[in-house]
């Protein structure tokens, strides 16, 4: 028995609708190469200035479009593993490698300019989209950013945090407060929060929104006016067996050392998800332990490119209830409009439990391979 290389769903050649794309997405890539000058440097304000009218002049293109793409390329040029892999067979669309210039662009000064940065950066997103399945489905702009946060935490955390005999109390960050009045009376409120904060006024307002069936915004509303309250369950994830590993929240994603101290700092119980993994329940809701390793391996809905929270998703039976067991083994996290389709058998998936791999199979014969990404996954484990 052959077989079968691991590959990217994009690549396959039988797929018509995935050639005309590679084709465009390279015909893009040598278009925007062509717009790049050698000396190309936006922040000369008089060169680009000059740049930019000429390259508006000749695509019709707003100096803004022209900014963040050509960023985009300047910053490939910096990725030099990256690049010979793309310039070898086209693979990224100018918009996933703008979400690679924004992200890198979020290192402080110092380590941006750090030669160390860009080649563990390099290395990193090499890895990241170098297949290890066939059909897998490329990886999205939250996976991007989640690999490039992870290089620049790992980075910027102090190599030896006792060399100040004295240190000083962590930056709580910005706090602001914005309100703009609309064109139509109403008003727009805009806050800023630490990530802690942050994340625990997310949970709430979110809990309280599902708790009433409202929207978020009528839900924090009702909070700040004490027409409501909440309780929230606060859930943290850490790979147990992997040194130095980050701490996650479901929404906020990977937590900065600072976050994390203070939300765990709010744990009252501290359990190990993993064995989860084995275990089954002979009803037909899974347990909160189970919903807790599911929330933790999926992430998000295991959907082909659905981003949704695992978190508010719902624990789909692959083999349905009662043929098939309430068991980590045989759920998967779909949210409900993906839950509807798979239950309408629009499409179908087996699930590789062990690695939480999700093969998804359509009715014209193709397939994809959705590769789970939560801080549990095997894959994410490194």
Not at 1 to 11: C, K, L, Y
Not at 51 to 57: G, K, M
Request: net charge negative; glycine share 4%; with cysteine.
């Amino acid at each position: 028995m052959t077989a079968v290389p691991a590959s990217w769903a994009i690549h396959n050649p039988a797929d018509p609708v995935a050639a005309a794309r590679l084709r465009a997405v390279a015909a893009d890539l040598d278009f925007w190469r062509s717009c790049l000058p050698v000396t190309y440097d936006r922040d000369t304000p008089q060169d680009w200035t000059s740049l930019a009218a000429r390259l508006s002049r000749s695509t019709g293109m707003s100096k803004r479009h022209l900014t963040a793409n050509l960023d985009a390329m300047q910053t490939l040029d910096r990725l030099p593993s990256l690049k010979a892999m793309l310039e070898a067979r086209p693979l990224l669309d100018m918009y996933r490698l703008a979400v690679i210039d924004k992200a890198a662009a979020g290192a402080n000064s110092d380590l941006y300019h750090d030669p160390r940065y860009w080649r563990l950066l390099d290395e990193e997103l090499v890895c990241r989209f170098t297949p290890s399945r066939p059909q897998q489905l490329l990886p999205s702009a939250a996976d991007i950013r989640r690999v490039i946060l992870g290089v620049i935490r790992m980075l910027q955390i102090p190599e030896d945090p006792e060399e100040s005999s004295d240190p000083a109390d962590p930056d709580p960050g910005p706090e602001e407060y914005f309100l703009d009045t609309l064109a139509n009376g109403d008003l727009r409120f805009e806050l800023t929060f630490d990530q802690a904060t942050g994340s625990l006024i997310h949970d709430a307002v979110t809990q309280a929104a599902r708790s009433n069936d409202t929207s978020r915004a009528r839900a924090m509303a009702d909070l700040l006016l004490g027409n409501t309250s909440t309780t929230v369950t606060l859930n943290l994830y850490r790979a147990r067996d992997v040194d130095g590993a980050p701490v996650y929240h479901p929404a906020a994603g990977m937590l900065t050392p600072e976050a994390a101290g203070v939300l765990s700092g709010l744990a009252t119980t501290t359990q190990d998800i993993d064995p989860a993994r084995d275990t089954e329940v002979a009803g037909y809701r899974p347990t909160t332990y189970m919903r807790a390793y599911l929330i933790g391996r999926d992430w998000i809905c295991r959907w082909p490119d659905c981003n949704n929270s695992a978190r508010w998703s719902q624990p789909d039976h692959r083999v349905n209830w009662p043929e098939g067991p309430t068991s980590p083994c045989n759920l998967v996290s779909l949210c409900p409009h993906h839950h509807n389709r798979k239950t309408d058998v629009q499409a179908v998936y087996l699930l590789d439990h062990i690695t939480g791999d999700v093969y998804w199979h359509f009715s014209d014969g193709t397939y994809a391979v959705d590769r789970a990404t939560g801080p549990l996954a095997p894959a994410e484990k490194h």
